[in-house]
């Protein structure tokens, strides 16, 4: 069966910092995807990263990386330079092929 | 190109009614994927329909259906509804491949309150 598990419901961090946000998954699966998705308050939910199971170098969008720590099953955010339109509900999810698993969320704050 | 729409936005209904929420894709996805969306459980999977087909299915109950058209639109029906079923619907389509790596694209999603 696979897991995604995130363990910080919520998280705040003072603009212009850098946050991270933790997330675990479990699988058997040897190829998958990680993907962190953004759902900002009563807007739609939108990818923010992904990162390919096979490749070691960790996935960067801007001032959006990733530490994937394969073997640990480890697979975390990092936002830096936090602004304000970052307040959103983070998802952590995975793709093994036939469906999407996701974690219960974290909420970021960013506080001016 | 347009996003995923879903209509309604938002519903609300009394237990033992059924209901119909509607999602249409992007232009040129075949697949669409459900899921249900509460607070503290994140998304849950309902199911994810294919080319008119289901091709996965989540753990829910029979309650719970879907069918797709051939545009690619979707509706799912929850009938007999209970209390527990007061969530955000939310939609999410992409292209269809089985590669990995594909990204879903979500609809902003319709709240359904069971009263």
């Known amino acids: 069966a696979q897991t995604v598990t995130q363990s910080q419901p919520e998280m705040s961090v003072q603009e212009a910092e850098t946050v991270t946000l933790s997330c675990t998954y479990d699988t058997s699966e040897s190829n998958y995807y990680l993907f962190w998705y953004k759902q900002p308050p009563s807007r739609q939910m939108i990818l923010v990263i992904r990162q390919e199971a096979y490749k070691q170098q960790n996935a960067t969008e801007n001032r959006f990386s990733v530490n994937f720590q394969k073997a640990a099953k480890s697979f975390s955010l990092k936002i830096s330079d936090s602004q304000l339109g970052d307040t959103a509900m983070y998802f952590c999810?995975?793709?093994?092929?036939?469906?999407?698993?996701f974690g219960t969320g974290t909420s970021l704050t960013v506080i001016p | 190109k347009a996003g995923v729409t879903q209509t309604p936005r938002y519903l609300i209904k009394t237990r033992g009614q059924q209901v119909t929420l509607s999602c249409s894709p992007i232009s040129g996805h075949r697949s669409v994927s459900w899921y249900q969306q509460t607070p503290g459980q994140g998304l849950q999977f309902l199911f994810e329909y294919f080319s008119e087909t289901q091709r996965n299915k989540g753990n829910f109950p029979g309650r719970f259906s879907g069918r797709q058209f051939s545009n690619s639109r979707s509706e799912m029906n929850v009938s007999t509804l209970e209390l527990g079923d007061s969530a955000l619907y939310l939609c999410?389509?992409?292209?269809?491949?089985?590669?990995?790596?594909?990204?879903?694209?979500f609809g902003p999603g319709t709240r359904l309150l069971v009263l």
């Open positions: 999410a389509s992409s292209s269809g491949g089985r590669g990995l790596g594909e990204t879903q694209y």
């Open positions: 999810a995975l793709y093994t092929g036939n469906q999407f698993y």
